[in-house]
């Protein structure tokens, strides 16, 4: 393959596109440390001077954030388990064993990520009331999992296809059950698809907001999302404190995506040929 005859202008177009991703970040990081009085100024400041913390000191103080924060973590945490002890037997199903109607079910997990999660909010409501599950970290981690589990069976169906049967073959033969074959063999290969899907799992869980404030009435079990919305009131809203809590919020999911980023590249992108 010939190197593009103008590599500057990628690199050009890339650094651009960019830019205009990360300015958001920027802007909300920005108004963090902008002074409250500042804010709002009619011409905005691309640099706070002078910085501040103020914003972070009344974020860090407000007694709701802690709860919120351990809420989140253990919904997330639960989503990216309960996708995973899912998605994983069905793509391997759909991966390996010849059935009819494979193929269809592979589209209907493509048809399912098409919906929006407000249409499915008011249906799971009414199956979580009648089943008790409102209000409780088992009724948040299911409804999050109706939209990680058709993305995490698709990620992983090339994945598994690229593992050679002959393994999965010779495993059967010495003795080892299907079960010990799936944990013992298939898994420990598959890990960079496996993290991929648990990282964009978690990402998903830890962003959801609809069903937070749909499916939960009170502060208990209510993730960090919801947190963010109580900063806009009816006259108003506390920007500063709102983009430092939003910042403080994001940092997880950085840490997340930096320490596996290789894993992660490395598992979307595992059985593409496929």
Request: hydrophobic share 55%; charged share 10%; aromatic share 8%.
């Given at each position: 393959?010939?190197?593009?005859?103008?590599?500057?202008?990628?690199?050009?177009?890339?650094?651009?596109?960019?830019?205009?991703?990360?300015?958001?970040?920027?802007?909300?990081?920005?108004?963090?440390?902008?002074?409250?009085?500042?804010?709002?100024?009619?011409?905005?400041?691309?640099?706070?001077?002078?910085?501040?913390?103020?914003?972070?000191?009344?974020?860090?103080?407000?007694?709701?954030?802690?709860?919120?924060?351990?809420?989140?973590?253990?919904?997330?945490?639960?989503?990216?388990?309960?996708?995973?002890?899912?998605?994983?037997?069905?793509?391997?199903?759909?991966?390996?064993?010849r059935m009819r109607g494979s193929g269809?079910?592979?589209?209907?997990?493509?048809?399912?990520?098409?919906?929006?999660?407000?249409?499915?909010?008011?249906?799971?409501?009414?199956?979580?009331?009648?089943?008790?599950?409102?209000?409780?970290?088992?009724?948040?981690?299911?409804?999050?999992?109706?939209?990680?589990?058709?993305?995490?069976?698709?990620?992983?169906?090339?994945?598994?296809?690229?593992?050679?049967?002959?393994?999965?073959?010779?495993?059967?033969?010495?003795?080892?059950?299907?079960?010990?074959?799936?944990?013992?063999?298939?898994?420990?290969?598959?890990?960079?698809?496996?993290?991929?899907?648990?990282?964009?799992?978690?990402?998903?869980?830890?962003?959801?907001?609809?069903?937070?404030?749909?499916?939960?009435?009170?502060?208990?079990?209510?993730?960090?999302?919801?947190?963010?919305?109580?900063?806009?009131?009816?006259?108003?809203?506390?920007?500063?404190?709102?983009?430092?809590?939003?910042?403080?919020?994001?940092?997880?999911?950085?840490?997340?995506?930096?320490?596996?980023?290789?894993?992660?590249?490395?598992?979307?992108?595992?059985?593409?040929?496929?």
């Amino acid at each position: 393959m010939k190197p593009p005859r103008r590599p500057w202008l990628l690199t050009t177009t890339a650094v651009v596109v960019t830019a205009v991703f990360l300015l958001p970040v920027y802007w909300m990081v920005k108004t963090g440390l902008t002074e409250p009085d500042r804010i709002q100024a009619p011409s905005p400041q691309w640099v706070p001077a002078p910085l501040t913390t103020e914003n972070y000191r009344a974020a860090l103080g407000y007694e709701e954030l802690p709860r919120a924060l351990v809420n989140s973590v253990v919904i997330s945490c639960g989503v990216v388990a309960l996708t995973l002890l899912l998605g994983v037997p069905l793509a391997y199903a759909l991966a390996r064993v010849r059935m009819r109607g494979s193929g269809t079910m592979v589209l209907a997990l493509l048809v399912a990520q098409l919906p929006p999660a407000i249409v499915l909010a008011a249906p799971l409501f009414i199956l979580e009331r009648r089943a008790g599950l409102d209000d409780t970290y088992l009724g948040l981690i299911a409804a999050d999992t109706t939209l990680t589990l058709p993305f995490t069976v698709i990620v992983l169906r090339p994945v598994l296809r690229g593992v050679p049967p002959e393994l999965e073959e010779a495993a059967l033969v010495d003795g080892c059950g299907l079960p010990g074959v799936l944990l013992r063999v298939v898994l420990p290969l598959m890990v960079p698809g496996l993290v991929a899907a648990a990282g964009l799992s978690f990402l998903l869980g830890w962003g959801e907001f609809l069903f937070g404030l749909t499916l939960a009435q009170g502060p208990d079990v209510q993730p960090v999302t919801v947190l963010l919305n109580a900063f806009i009131g009816q006259h108003g809203a506390a920007w500063g404190t709102l983009m430092a809590t939003a910042t403080l919020v994001t940092l997880p999911v950085v840490c997340v995506f930096a320490l596996f980023q290789r894993f992660i590249v490395g598992g979307l992108t595992a059985g593409s040929g496929r």
